[in-house]
């Protein structure tokens, strides 16, 4: 897709129970897992300041 960043794919191991609650809360806030993971590491990193200044401007931050 012209024009659009491609995201970056990695493997990550979780443990059965901290999935468990994962996927409870993903289904909660009608996210998939994948976009949960996504939102969590986005919110720390806008809470820590380390959010790349240019995707803060893109997601109005």
């Known amino acids: 897709m012209p ?10 191991r979780i443990d059965p129970e901290m999935m468990d609650s994962l ?6 806030e009608f996210r998939s897992v994948n976009g949960q993971l996504q939102w969590i590491i986005a919110e720390a990193l806008r809470k820590s300041g380390r959010m790349p200044k240019n995707k803060q401007k893109e997601e109005g931050v």
């Open 23 to 28: 996927e409870r809360w993903a289904a909660d």
């Open 3 to 12: 024009g659009k960043e491609k995201s970056k794919s990695f493997v990550s």
